[in-house]
């Protein structure tokens, strides 16, 4: 055997038996070094190179950034009775590895011990509020104010009544989560509601509310709107009559004017020719007097026979 293959022989087995006393982690990693399946030491949480004994020791790694947790969607009661559906999801880590190896010893046990925690919580906090509760995140005011003002019954009353919201209610939920987590060396940081959706009876009862809740309000601004359009006619009519009024009342004034100027103009007139006003007056009266269907029986002595006799006469008297 030459030299050469006998030291790559000596280097493989010098690697084999440094890799039994060697381990290295990394800065995501947290480790528990067990011996014969006990636990050794403290927790070996700095990154880089470590020892340990071979075949005694046994590496456990365990995550040491945030974790997903998502549960699965629960059906759950309201207190007033009604039926939905809640998923919710969290973000925890491995907070004392050590604590987490002696109760869980791996992250599937400690997921389904989450579902377990969280799920039991997100039910006992659901079931203690309302359905408007869980719904509504806000105390924003209702789009018609009215609603609550307009319940039919105390129950409805009891609907539409908003205290906490969904933010509270899970804020209930981590807290109440936080704590029972602990004793397993986990720490929860954050648990949110991530969809509620109503269950079929539920669905129609709400869709029902809701087109009910439109028509009215439908209805009320259609009112308003009917209302307005009749102030607004009224007004119209209002102003139309005032323009028609002040218009009729200059129209007068200026055939008032007219007329006594055009009596001006005709007395002017007349009295410089007083038979001529006086043929004038009489020619006007004529058409008035005779049509086609009237007798007259005067003398020929008569005033309203004059104008009617021959030119000669008239001009001798």
Known sequence: MNIGLRIAIAIALLGFVG???????????Q????RFGKPVGDPVIEPGLHFKLPIADRVNRFEKRWLEWSGDPNQIPTKDKKYIWV???????IADPLLFFQRMRDERTAQSRL???????????????????????????????????????RDEREELDFN????????????ASKVKVQEFGIELVD??????????????????RMISERKRIAERTRSEGQGESAKIRGEKEKELKQIRS??????????????????????????RSPDFYELMQTLEVYPRAIDSSTSLFVSTDSEFYRFLK???????K
Request: overall charge negative; cysteine-free; hydrophobic content about 35%.
């Open 19 to 29: 890799s039994g006393f060697i381990y290295t982690i990394d800065e995501t990693e």
């Open 164 to 175: 906490e919201g969904r933010e509270k209610l899970t804020e209930k939920i981590l807290s």
């Open 246 to 271: 002040d218009a009729y009342r200059l129209a007068q004034e200026v055939r008032g004017k007219a007329e006594a100027e055009a009596t001006k103009i005709y007395a002017d007139a007349y009295g």
């Open 191 to 208: 648990v949110r509601i991530q969809r509620i959706n109503y269950v079929n009876e539920v669905q129609i009862k709400v869709f029902e």
């Open 31 to 34: 480790v528990i070094v067990t």
């Open 310 to 316: 021959s030119p000669e006469t008239t001009s001798k």
């Open 87 to 93: 998923d919710t999801f969290g973000r925890w880590r």
């Open 115 to 153: 579902n377990d925690i969280i799920d039991g919580e997100t039910r006992n906090v659901i079931a203690r509020y309302n359905l408007i509760e869980a719904i509504r995140a806000t105390k924003r005011e209702f789009e018609d104010e009215e609603s609550l003002e307009n319940a039919n019954n």
